[in-house]
Structure formats: C-alpha cells, structure tokens
C-alpha cells in the first residue's frame, strides 16, 4: 500500500500493558529446541529481532510431558525449559517488546513415543487421522484413550501449573491453546467428543473444560493477562462440529463473562486458514459475543489488516509467516517497503544449522 496504515501502526492497550502498535506476531511452531525441550540458544535472538510487534505470542508450548506431540517444541515445566525461557522474555523486554507465551496441550494430536509407550489422552477415543513428527521421522496417531472423568482436573492443574511458570520465565501473560484440533478444542467440538459425563453431549458441558482451565489460568495471572485463540472453521487434525455457530458463541459468551483480555480468531481471509468456499465465516459472530479485545489471523496484508480495524472487525492483526521472513514487519509496512520471500523449507525442519530460516532473515538497514 502508497500509505502506511496508520491505524494498524497505533498505540493500543490491553488492560496495563501498552502496545506499540496493533500488529501481533502470531504463535509459530519452529522445531528448533533441543534437549529437553528446552527452548534453542539462538530463541533470544530470535524473538527479540521482532520485537518491533506490538505484541509477540510466543510458538506453542507444551504445559507437561502427556501435552507433546512433536520432537523439537518446548515446554514450560522444568527448570532448565524455564530458565532458557527467560532468556528470551529478557531479551525481548530489553527490546521494548511484550511478549505472551501460548500454553498447549496436544491431546490426541501425538504418539507414544513421547509417553514412554502408553497412549496419548483425548476426550474420546477417536483417532485424528493426523500425522506427527517422532525421532524416527513421520507417524501416524494412534486411537487415544479417553481421559477418565476424574483425570481432568490434573490437567487443568497442568495449565495453572503452566501459568505459573510462565510468570516465573517472564512472560507478560499468557495465550491459552484452544484451537488447531488439540486437547481444548477436542472438548469444544461434537466430532471429538462423545463423552457422556458432564464434560461431553451438550454446547455448555462440552465447553466446561475449557473454561475450567481459563478460570484456573486467571487465578494465577489475573484475567487481563490471558488469551485465549479459536478457529472454528478449522479442519486441521480431523476436527468438526454440527453446530460452530452456536458452540463457538457460546464459548466467546463465557470468556467475555470470566473477562480475559482477548480473544485470538484464526479464520483467514487467504490461505489454508480461510474459510472453504460456500463455508459460513463466524468471527463476525464471535467479535458480537466478545466485547474485548478481538484478534484476527490469517492472510492479512498491511491493507486488509489496515481496512478490518477501521471497518470494526477486528482490535489486532496477527501476522505469521510474514513475521517469520520480516522480523523489522511493521517498519516495513511503515514505509511500504518490500517483503522478504520466506524460505518454506526451513519452518519446521531445519539443516545442521538452526540459524537458517530462523534469525538470518535481513532487517532494512537501520530498522531492526
């Protein structure tokens, strides 16, 4: 665009904290830690290089061993995940930016390789048809065993434990993984759950889980520390549900009312997150039952993130790849310059080198 998009380049505050601008790095997935799932050397550097966002949520991170899914992502649960952690909220916060880590537990999404042979737990035992990445390259996931009634409150325990140490690491708040076909999302929807306790059958027991564990979270940080990120047209990991309309709004209903601070919509305009065609777009429903601040995600430029501010559907813009490929982003937008080329082949799966595709991407002179 000729003009910088002034509004998306604005000041915005959510709750405390002041944004520098409304542009949000969403959470990426990178398969770059190692031992441990301790978060790489080179994470610091890596965040802290876009700390131009006026909010950064960090890749997905798993609250406890039963949460993992892939090899390579971290986790926020031992020492030596916090402390490598840490280091990089300092660095961020010594770059002027604010950064939110996303807590996530892949439920269905994994295999037992990374549960010492046992099965990975789901709300149903129904399989996500889904592939994951194991030490011995691509697998198939299993059928899951259904978590029995009295084992959900360990892991609601598991995200409160997580939030804590989250706050210990230094993070600013807190986004709540509820999106993408893993463990909170698997409750929401009817595809993945039939349960026939008080946490499966109906909109409000399907989503008694999912709040149980936002309520948790906010007890530890206070509400206007946490997010909480939805897609409810996404497929992803063999995910559906008869009624999104109504279950999502239901949701959107109760997180307005617990009073957290924002509300993350993967639902793309472009891309593998838009909606199929003749499918029925239902953020503008949400953004009706959720009177805080509202993100939007997915395929957005600097015009089309600029115009759904103005038009009122939107508080925030969440740009992924293009903040992968441009850690200077809104400098760039700022001056309409042109974009890097991001290098597809090294997201997920880097060389000998976790440099490449990760902090080598070049900032305009002067601007990063």
């Given at each position: 665009?000729?003009?910088?998009?002034?509004?998306?380049?604005?000041?915005?505050?959510?709750?405390?904290?002041?944004?520098?601008n409304?542009?949000?790095?969403?959470?990426?997935?990178?398969?770059?830690?190692?031992?441990?799932?301790v978060?790489?050397?080179?994470?610091?550097?890596?965040?802290?290089?876009?700390?131009q966002?006026?909010l950064?949520?960090?890749?997905?991170?798993?609250?406890?061993?039963?949460?993992?899914?892939?090899?390579?992502?971290?986790?926020?649960?031992?020492?030596a995940?916090?402390?490598?952690?840490?280091?990089?909220?300092?660095?961020?916060?010594?770059?002027?930016?604010?950064?939110f880590?996303?807590?996530?537990?892949?439920g269905?999404?994994?295999?037992?390789e990374?549960?010492?042979?046992?099965?990975p737990v789901?709300?149903?035992a129904?399989?996500?048809?889904?592939?994951?990445?194991?030490?011995?390259?691509?697998a198939q996931?299993?059928?899951?065993?259904a978590?029995?009634?009295?084992?959900?409150?360990?892991?609601?325990?598991?995200f409160?434990?997580?939030?804590?140490?989250?706050?210990?690491?230094?993070?600013?708040?807190?986004?709540?993984?509820g999106?993408?076909?893993?463990?909170?999302?698997?409750?929401?929807?009817?595809?993945?759950?039939?349960?026939?306790?008080?946490?499966?059958g109906?909109?409000?027991?399907?989503?008694?889980f999912?709040?149980?564990?936002?309520?948790?979270v906010?007890?530890v940080?206070?509400?206007?520390?946490?997010?909480?990120?939805?897609?409810?047209?996404?497929?992803?990991?063999?995910?559906?549900?008869?009624?999104?309309?109504?279950?999502?709004?239901?949701?959107?209903?109760?997180?307005?009312?617990?009073?957290?601070a924002?509300?993350?919509?993967?639902?793309?305009?472009?891309?593998?997150?838009?909606?199929?065609a003749?499918?029925q777009?239902?953020?503008?429903?949400?953004?009706?039952c959720?009177s805080?601040?509202?993100?939007?995600?997915?395929?957005?430029?600097?015009?089309?993130?600029?115009?759904?501010?103005?038009?009122?559907?939107?508080?925030?813009?969440?740009?992924?790849?293009?903040?992968i490929?441009?850690?200077?982003l809104?400098?760039?937008?700022?001056?309409?310059?042109?974009?890097?080329?991001p290098?597809?082949?090294?997201?997920?799966a880097?060389?000998?080198?976790?440099?490449?595709?990760y902090?080598?991407y070049?900032?305009?002179?002067n601007k990063?």
């Amino acid at each position: 665009m000729k003009n910088a998009p002034l509004t998306l380049l604005s000041p915005y505050n959510i709750g405390e904290l002041t944004l520098k601008n409304r542009m949000v790095m969403a959470p990426m997935t990178r398969s770059r830690a190692v031992n441990g799932n301790v978060p790489n050397p080179l994470a610091p550097v890596y965040y802290a290089q876009r700390a131009q966002a006026g909010l950064i949520i960090s890749e997905a991170t798993q609250i406890s061993r039963q949460g993992t899914g892939y090899i390579r992502t971290p986790g926020i649960y031992s020492l030596a995940q916090i402390e490598a952690w840490r280091r990089v909220t300092d660095a961020v916060h010594e770059a002027g930016g604010i950064i939110f880590a996303q807590l996530w537990h892949v439920g269905r999404v994994s295999h037992p390789e990374f549960h010492d042979g046992v099965l990975p737990v789901a709300p149903s035992a129904i399989n996500a048809e889904a592939e994951v990445f194991t030490s011995n390259g691509i697998a198939q996931t299993p059928v899951p065993r259904a978590l029995l009634t009295s084992e959900i409150a360990d892991v609601v325990s598991q995200f409160r434990q997580g939030a804590e140490k989250a706050a210990e690491a230094g993070f600013d708040g807190v986004e709540i993984h509820g999106s993408s076909g893993y463990l909170l999302d698997q409750f929401l929807r009817d595809g993945s759950n039939n349960r026939e306790d008080h946490y499966g059958g109906t909109i409000i027991n399907r989503a008694r889980f999912p709040l149980e564990v936002v309520s948790a979270v906010s007890e530890v940080l206070g509400a206007d520390r946490v997010g909480f990120r939805v897609g409810p047209n996404m497929s992803l990991h063999g995910m559906s549900d008869s009624s999104p309309v109504e279950t999502f709004s239901y949701l959107a209903t109760q997180l307005d009312a617990i009073g957290i601070a924002y509300l993350h919509v993967t639902e793309g305009i472009a891309g593998p997150d838009a909606p199929v065609a003749g499918s029925q777009r239902i953020a503008p429903y949400l953004r009706q039952c959720f009177s805080r601040t509202f993100i939007l995600n997915g395929g957005y430029d600097a015009q089309t993130g600029e115009d759904a501010i103005n038009n009122g559907e939107a508080d925030l813009i969440a740009y992924g790849v293009p903040f992968i490929a441009n850690p200077d982003l809104p400098g760039r937008f700022a001056c309409g310059s042109d974009l890097n080329v991001p290098d597809h082949a090294t997201f997920y799966a880097p060389g000998q080198n976790d440099a490449v595709g990760y902090t080598d991407y070049p900032a305009l002179n002067n601007k990063s």
